[in-house]
């Protein structure tokens, strides 16, 4: 029997079956019984209507057809079910306070959470830290930051972006999408973390100076997937309250669709990963040493599509040790280049700090071939910047665009190294550029 797969595929239908009929795809003596159920078309007599599916889907596909047809089928029940019915539903029943972007304050199961981001909602899950924020309000740490470009931070950015190229991005990215998924809560997403942490890690022992001081840390979750930090600062500098100049990336992955299955997350948010480790590689290269009473840290966040999680985790904890941010660059999505669309760094225009904001364009007009603009998703999406400037934290948010040009396949298993030949490592090289000035200009920034 010759199978049209992509007819089934398609619908899953009544019509689907009947098409099958009229091309003379199941039997002629099946076709003239005309008191037939559509299903009993394909199922001999004497065998149920499942049985007769199952055997029809069993012998006439191929193992990839079989797969493809049972995601599709997954697809359009309800995720929770489907995460009970594979056996990924342990805790999906645990209640949980979120914070939905345009609806407000909601109780929620870990399972709603999957619903709504299937439906296209975003959160953040404040279970644990509600009173973000509260203490900066109290201590008023809130107050404006203005930094300034300085000639001095001009030749060093200038030289360590020289000899920038792709091949470390590249590398490294290949590896990171090819975790099967970087779910936070799975396996998959713990050794993803500790890769990061060792790539890190090797990169830091590479330092050709004893002059800066170097560390990389795991900070531990509630769930297995660690945040993971590194820092810089100068080795003769002992002073304990030092000013932080934070780059930071989410490093985990969701299927939304089906939250076991395959989840690349090559540009979400793997290239902003990449990103912010090519900075710090290339300010290790360069022997990059922070001014006296700086340091610099690089932030890859677990669980951002848990509801910003990880986030507000360190957010929290740096708020109440009263650490002092200087100001953060968050860089979530950064290779995506829209067919007939022209390059340009987009900048988040809401929940970031407005002046930290204009630094960040003036670095782009002065380092970077591109030009930029200010975007937005409204109540769709969030990222994690969104902890720390709930925190009282000076941010801005760098992304690969204007968001209406964004990519349509992240959170699926299509959002690979590829995507039509719209990744784009060159633009992802831009980023990295705009992460080196970032660092050299507001540490040099009085």
């Known amino acids: ?27 002629l003596a099946l076709q003239s019984d005309h008191t037939a159920s559509p299903l009993s078309l394909l199922t001999p007599p004497g065998v149920s209507a499942v049985d007769g599916v199952s055997n029809f889907i069993m012998n006439s596909m191929s193992p990839s057809q079989r797969e493809e047809i049972m995601l599709k089928l997954w697809e359009q029940q309800d995720v929770v079910e489907v995460m009970k019915m594979t056996g990924h539903g342990a805790g999906l029943d645990e209640q949980r306070i979120l914070d939905v ?11 709603d959470k999957l619903r709504l981001k299937k439906d296209g909602y975003s959160f ?50 290949e590896v990171l999408s090819s975790f099967w998924t970087r779910n936070y809560y799975t396996h998959w997403g713990l050794r993803s973390s500790n ?4 790539q890190v890690e090797k990169v830091l022992a590479t330092s050709p100076t004893a002059a800066v001081k170097t560390s990389v840390s795991k900070f531990s979750h509630v769930f297995l997937q660690n945040t993971i930090i590194a820092r810089l600062e100068r080795s003769d500098d002992t002073s304990e309250d030092k000013q932080i100049i934070i780059l930071s990336a989410h490093q985990d992955s969701l299927n939304y669709l089906l939250p076991f299955y395959r989840a690349p997350g090559a540009d979400d948010d793997g290239s902003g990963s990449v990103t912010i480790l090519q900075v710090l590689r290339s300010l290790i290269e360069q022997s990059f040493v922070p ?45 995506f280049v829209k067919k007939g669309s022209k390059p340009i760094i987009g900048f988040f225009d809401s929940q970031v700090n ?43 948010f760098a992304t690969e665009g204007l968001f209406e040009d964004g990519p349509q396949n992240i959170h699926t298993a299509g959002d690979d190294m590829d995507n039509d030949g719209q990744f784009s490592l060159d633009h992802m090289l831009e980023f990295v550029k705009l992460g080196i000035a970032f660092v050299a200009e507001l540490a040099a920034s009085p």
């Open 291 to 335: 001014p006296p009473n700086i340091a610099v840290e690089f932030h890859w966040f677990a669980a951002e599509e848990g509801g910003l999680l990880g986030s507000q985790a360190v957010a929290s904890a740096y708020e109440k040790a009263d650490k002092t941010v200087k100001g953060m660059l968050h860089m979530d999505m950064t290779a």
């Open 101 to 111: 972007f345009g609806q407000g304050v909601m109780i929620a199961s870990e399972g």
């Open 124 to 173: 953040m899950d404040i279970t644990d830290h509600q009173d973000l924020g509260e203490l900066n309000k109290q201590r008023l740490r809130t107050a404006a930051v203005s930094p300034t470009l300085t000639i001095n931070a001009k030749s060093t950015v200038d030289a360590m972006t020289a000899e920038l190229n792709t091949r470390h991005l590249r590398e490294d990215l």
């Open 195 to 198: 890769w990061i942490h060792d």
């Open 354 to 396: 407005a002046n930290l904001t204009t630094f960040a364009t003036q670095l782009v007009e002065s380092y970077i071939p591109l030009s930029w603009g200010y975007t937005g998703c409204g109540a769709s999406c969030g990222s994690d910047h969104m902890s720390f400037n709930k925190a009282g934290f000076p941010v801005a």
């Open 1 to 27: 029997m010759r199978t049209n797969f992509a007819c089934i595929l398609s619908t899953l239908s009544l019509a689907c079956l009947l098409s099958l009929i009229l091309a003379q795809e199941v039997p």
